[in-house]
Every structure is written in structure tokens, then in C-alpha cells.
């Protein structure tokens, strides 16, 4: 949902949420740059940043999550973990969580910003806030081989499909 009153030429900016930020957020934020940069609509229109709960700051993304952008032709190498903070969730005009569990953790970080939490397949569904059950979390893959990462990046490029269909929509009914 764009921000009420969202002027024409201020940029909506997105924040993706996991727990270290070391793997699925970053895909995410890769997936999600990809995707905006090839959209007629949204392209220069949106801003992404990604975060973790639970963050060790400047943290490489791991290698399974490094390599399985590189096999979808993207690049993550250079991403360092970032913490998610109040300041942060102030930044964003949409914040995705992975799944219900960091929505909690981001409740408690950041009570005041609690409207724009929303799960990433949720929000790309049309279920706004916290879902009733666990069905519209990601996959973690953290800690798992090769063929894990891969599920959770197909998961991740279905979800961010239907994010970029949503907002494209949303920003043509706004213009």
C-alpha cells in the first residue's frame, strides 16, 4: 500500500526483515532490486534495504545464499548484516517480515511502526499485518545445504512476483 498522501516523486521505500540478515532478507533485497530495476512502473519508484532481529552488523551473507543468487544470474556478495532498529522501521514505507516470528521481535523494537508490518507472502497475498497462522512464513534455510536455499529463493522470486504485481498496481490506481 503506498503511503497516504505519497507524492509522485517520493520514492516508496521497502524493508525486508529475517533473523541475521545473512540470507533470506538479503535474497529478498536482491530479488526485489532485480525485479523493480526491470519494471517499467516501479523502476526509480522504490527504495529496498533489508535487516535482521537479530543481526551481528557487517555479517557476510552466507555462502549457500551467495551462491544461489549467482545461479539466478544476481550478485549479494558485498552485503553486510544489518540490525533492524526503530530508525530503520521509520524508513520504511512498508516493512516485510520473513514470517511471524520477526513480526513479533519487530512489535517490540519498533511498537510505533507496528501498521506497516506485514509478512512478505502475506502482504504479497493481501494479508495485511500479522497472519492468524504460520502458513505465510519463508523457509529458513539457514544452516541447510544447497537444495534448501534454492526452495527458499523460488519461494522468495514467487513472493516478490506477486509483491512488484501488487505495488505496480497500487502506484498506477495513485497516479
Known sequence: ??????????????????????????????LMDDAVDRSRILHGEVKIKSAGTFACEDADPTEEAVRTMEE?????????????????????????????????????????????????????????????????DIMDPFDEGMEEYRACAQQLAKAVELLVERLEHEFEDKA
Not at 8 to 28: E, Q, Y
Request: net charge negative.
Open 1 to 30: 500500500m503506498w503511503p497516504p498522501g505519497r507524492k509522485k516523486n517520493k520514492t516508496m521505500n521497502v524493508l525486508f526483515v529475517c533473523t541475521g540478515n545473512t540470507c533470506r532478507s538479503p535474497m529478498a533485497e536482491t
Open 72 to 136: 539466478m544470474g544476481l550478485e549479494l556478495e558485498g552485503h553486510g548484516a544489518v540490525q533492524f532498529t526503530a530508525e530503520l522501521a521509520e524508513w520504511a514505507d512498508i516493512i516485510l517480515a520473513m514470517g511471524k516470528e520477526q513480526l513479533e521481535h519487530m512489535e517490540v523494537l519498533a511498537p510505533e511502526e507496528t501498521g506497516k508490518m506485514h509478512t512478505l507472502l502475506g502482504y504479497a497475498q493481501g494479508v495485511l499485518g500479522e497472519p492468524a497462522t504460520s502458513s505465510y
